[in-house]
């Protein structure tokens, strides 16, 4: 077969057509192999290794992580000061976390491997987890109790773990009232607030209401005084005890339990030790709230957040994307007018994504938010209750970018729905609405998931209309709770896609934000594939019901 006979067989275009559909799974296995590798391993304990440095004329001890190794010039070593001897073009240098961030001002430290001495790991270093400050590494000293030492040496490790879990107790029920009781305390008391103002504002404030709600507001006080000092108690308790670190340069620090997140001994673990530990803080990450600017603890709120935000742009997106695409394609009459409006929907697609964010500035949140603050929530003003950012605004913005979507997707399904199907129904009596909805709309329901599939693993990933209509970096509460109407849809809410951008170009300590930024950019990916499989699962038994419509 010449070379021409074979370009008209069209085999090139099938070997190109494969070519390209391996490249796109190479490409997509291996950003979740990048992402796997490098955010998954986060989560092991890795060992503290003890060392010398070499500066100068001095020796210095460093103990820290062995995070990573590169080979560069010895050239370019000589002129950031390390004296290195050698006639080597190019040596190896180690990125080792020092932790200990409030005694030394950095995490990380590159260090020329020749500059290093023997690596030893003592089974006695502790790595202590902190709610603030990272990290602290050192050799276990002593535990105290009320500055009195009560451990020390070899009894001083089970003294410390039993101390420890001590204090997360009680750390625990500090949250618990923090954030649940008085919480709920503080709420109750603002609608108090609101409840009066809004009498005030109708004229209905008399001196009887104003009497009861002055008495419902000093028993709230008085919960809240007890509360106050059920909670100085615990704080008093929770900061009884101390661990004595030894740390890199020598001096004895201590270091209060009621700040300390966790602490193991990393070089003394068995395997099985740190497979229970990997799980455990892959647990957490999952369900904890972040701490240290995000770069630390868990991402549960960016989890619950998206996941809301989603499920609401869905309930908005699915009915009209497909009552819009039903109007183009079962009722209005075909011509210049409807073509121009497709154009449209199809141009609207490639908009930048950031143009339907100042939209959804422009016209939800100040314009429509504003609004209903004005006619629904005057007790509330100043302080604006649906005008100001929020999900209901940010699921409204990514409907609206994933309207095109749907639509296509929907009418595509509605033109395959052969003619012979209508006419049949029709002819057996039933109105055009009846052959809608029960003879049309089912046999595209497949293409109808196809469009909301696509809407869902767009919006999911979205982060720069997010940034200005209802994202934040930290939010002080979840959208969904326990206080009517539950679902909160004026609140601000956290994202992956924005949690990513933050940590990744935000975070003040780069290195530790790395390992996050991975994890949770494999988790997103995740989570999309898990929505989409869904979603592709209901297709597909949706087009096998009706598939022996099709030949119709």
Same mark, same amino acid.
């Given at each position: ?6 370009f008209?067989?069209g085999s090139?275009?099938?070997?190109l ?7 796109c799974?190479?490409?997509v ?6 992402s796997?590798?490098?955010g ?5 304990p890795r060992a ?8 100068g004329? %001095?020796?210095v001890?460093?103990? @820290?992580e $062995?995070? *990573?190794?590169?080979e560069?010039?010895?050239? !370019?070593?000589r /002129? +950031? ?5 050698t ?7 180690v990125?080792i976390?020092?932790?200990?961030r409030?005694?030394t ?11 290093l001495?023997?690596l ?9 987890e ?7 590494y ?6 105290k109790e ?8 070899a009894?001083?490790w ?8 001590r204090?997360?107790r009680?750390?625990a029920?500090i ?10 305390i ?10 009066? %103002?809004?009498a005030?504002?109708? @004229?209905? $404030?008399? *001196?009887?209401?104003?009497a009861?709600?002055e !008495?419902?507001? /000093? +028993? ?5 005084t007890?509360l106050?000092?059920?909670?100085q ?10 661990v ?14 009621a700040?300390?997140?966790d ?8 395997v099985?030790e ?7 803080k892959a647990?957490?990450f999952?369900?904890?709230d ?11 709120p ?11 742009m869905s309930v908005?997106?699915t009915?009209?994307?497909i009552?819009?695409?039903?109007y ?15 154009i449209s ?14 939209f ?18 005057p007790?509330?003003?100043p ?12 699921s409204?913005?990514?409907a609206?970018?994933?309207l095109?979507?749907v639509?296509v ?5 509605l ?19 009846e052959?809608?909805?029960?003879t ?17 693993a767009?919006?999911?990933?979205e982060?720069?209309?997010l940034?200005?209509?209802?994202v ?5 509460a979840?959208?969904?709770d ?13 994202h ?6 933050d940590?990744?170009?935000q ?6 934000a790395?390992?996050?930024v991975?994890?949770?950019a ?26 022996g419509?099709?030949?119709?």
């Amino acid at each position: 077969m010449s070379m021409k006979d074979w370009f008209k067989s069209g085999s090139p275009w099938i070997w190109l057509t494969a070519g390209a559909v391996a490249l796109c799974v190479l490409a997509v296995a291996g950003v979740l192999w990048i992402s796997a590798a490098r955010g998954l391993t986060h989560f092991w304990p890795r060992a503290v290794a003890e060392t010398t440095f070499r500066d100068g004329e %001095r020796q210095v001890r460093v103990i @820290g992580e $062995l995070r *990573d190794t590169e080979e560069v010039a010895v050239r !370019r070593l000589r /002129e +950031a000061g390390f004296q290195i001897d050698t006639q080597a073009a190019f040596v190896d240098r180690v990125l080792i976390k020092l932790g200990n961030r409030d005694l030394t001002g950095q995490d990380f430290r590159w260090y020329p491997r020749p500059l290093l001495g023997e690596l030893s790991y003592p089974q006695d270093i502790l790595t202590v987890e902190r709610h603030e400050w990272g990290n602290a590494y050192g050799h276990l000293k002593a535990v105290k109790e009320a500055e009195q030492i009560v451990a020390e040496g070899a009894t001083a490790w089970p003294a410390l773990v039993e101390r420890v879990q001590r204090a997360q107790r009680l750390f625990a029920e500090i949250y618990r009232i923090e954030k649940f009781d008085i919480g709920d305390i503080n709420y109750r008391i603002e609608q108090l607030r609101l409840r009066q %103002r809004k009498a005030e504002l109708r @004229g209905e $404030l008399t *001196d009887a209401l104003k009497a009861d709600l002055e !008495r419902q507001r /000093e +028993a709230l006080q008085a919960q809240f005084t007890t509360l106050q000092e059920r909670l100085q108690r615990l704080r008093d308790d929770i900061g009884r005890d101390t661990v004595v670190l030894e740390v890199a340069d020598g001096s004895d620090i201590e270091i209060k339990l009621a700040l300390v997140a966790d602490v193991y001994r990393p070089n003394a673990m068995s395997v099985a030790e740190k497979i229970g530990h990997y799980f455990r803080k892959a647990w957490e990450f999952l369900r904890d709230d972040p701490r240290e600017a995000n770069t630390e603890g868990g991402i549960f709120p960016a989890i619950f957040g998206t996941m809301t935000m989603v499920l609401v742009m869905s309930v908005f997106v699915t009915p009209f994307g497909i009552m819009a695409a039903i109007y183009m394609r079962e009722y209005a009459r075909q011509g210049p007018l409807i073509r121009i409006i497709r154009i449209s929907v199809n141009n609207l697609a490639g908009v930048p994504s950031i143009v339907y964010g100042v939209f959804g500035l422009g016209f939800f949140v100040y314009l429509l938010g504003g609004n209903i603050d004005r006619l629904f929530y005057p007790e509330a003003l100043p302080a604006p209750t649906f005008g100001t950012p929020g999900l209901l605004w940010a699921s409204l913005t990514l409907a609206i970018l994933t309207l095109p979507v749907v639509i296509v997707a929907t009418e595509e399904g509605l033109a395959r729905v052969p003619r012979s199907v209508r006419e049949g129904s029709l002819a057996l009596g039933a109105t055009k609405a009846e052959t809608l909805l029960r003879t049309v709309l089912p046999m595209a329901s497949p293409a109808m998931m196809t469009g909301l599939i696509l809407a869902v693993a767009r919006a999911a990933g979205e982060v720069a209309p997010l940034m200005l209509v209802g994202v934040v970096k930290l939010a002080p509460a979840l959208p969904i709770d326990g206080y009517p109407p539950f679902i909160h849809l004026d609140r601000k809410f956290m994202h992956l896609g924005f949690h990513i951008y933050d940590v990744g170009f935000q975070s003040p300590n780069v290195e530790a934000a790395r390992p996050v930024v991975y994890a949770t950019a494999l988790l997103l990916v995740v989570l999309i594939m898990v929505l989409n499989l869904t979603a592709i699962y209901l297709r597909n038994r949706l087009r096998e019901k009706y598939r022996g419509l099709e030949g119709v």
